[in-house]
């Protein structure tokens, strides 16, 4: 099986040689069809230059980005709008819905920019809706629904294409500990019963412990990797050991996460 992402050698620096800052200092990694991915660090650690790279939100200094065998920083026109609308989809942690559109509004919105046809919106958007438990908020504007729906509606807009990878940036950073778990089980049947690819940069430990493997980064570099041992390892059993390893890497959350 190929991967559907690989990178490699990945820098990105800001500042001259003087005075240089070395986001990313030659990331390499590979990302397989159906796996959920995360990436974990500390402010400042490089993972949201990470992110942004491979959305194409800001350009690499140096190295490869590779999508389903194609490089994307080679992409222009046509092919870079079909990239950031059809190969990614994004989930942000501060929802980013336009406030002025109801959920049904947001949630069809990529798929009136890419021309999808009435028909077919429908039937995506009543899909995704029932599995999100959303259907009751589709008529409603952001100001009037809770942390937890927000993002469910983002899920559901960054999910509308059938992107090739999910990219998640702190997908629970601005919910409560009930709405986290919820939309992390939704992620994740989405990756177990669709086989939905999932790239997540996150600092919750709960929300990291449904990922399938974890890269820690630190200074722009990877410094550690961890597997959960599947199906015998149960979720819980690699919740305990991440921290174990944030043990073992500086003995808290503030050095490691």
């Known amino acids: 099986m190929k991967n559907i992402l690989e990178i490699e050698s990945l820098c990105k620096y800001y500042g001259k040689s003087s005075n240089q800052t070395k986001a990313l200092d030659g990331v390499t990694f590979q990302v397989m069809p159906g796996e959920f991915l995360g990436i974990m660090g500390s402010s400042g650690s490089g993972k949201s230059t990470l992110l ?67 028909e077919e919106s429908d039937r995506r958007m009543k899909q995704l809706a029932s599995y999100l438990e959303i259907t009751d908020v589709l008529g409603k504007f952001p100001s009037q629904m809770s942390g937890g729906q927000k993002q469910r509606i983002a899920a559901a807009r960054a999910l509308i294409l059938n992107p090739g990878i999910i990219l998640a940036d702190e997908p ?86």
């Open 52 to 118: 942004n790279c491979i959305a194409t939100v800001i350009k690499p200094t140096s190295g490869k980005i590779v999508m389903q065998g194609k490089e994307i920083h080679s992409l222009k026109g046509s092919q870079l709008t079909d990239y950031r609308g059809k190969m990614i989809g994004y989930l942000f942690q501060n929802f980013e819905l336009l406030d002025n559109l109801t959920g049904r509004e947001n949630i069809l919105l990529p798929l009136s920019l890419h021309n999808v046809s009435a």
């Open 172 to 257: 629970t950073g601005a919910l409560d500990s009930k709405n986290a778990r919820a939309l992390m089980e939704k992620l994740s049947g989405l990756n177990e019963e669709q086989n939905a690819t999932i790239l997540m940069v996150t600092h919750d430990t709960n929300a990291a412990s449904y990922c399938k493997r974890i890269l820690f980064i630190q200074d722009g570099v990877i410094f550690h990797e961890l597997r959960r041992n599947m199906p015998e390892e149960s979720q819980q059993m690699f919740y305990e050991r991440i921290l174990s390893v944030m043990a073992q890497l500086g003995g808290g959350s503030a050095n490691v996460l």
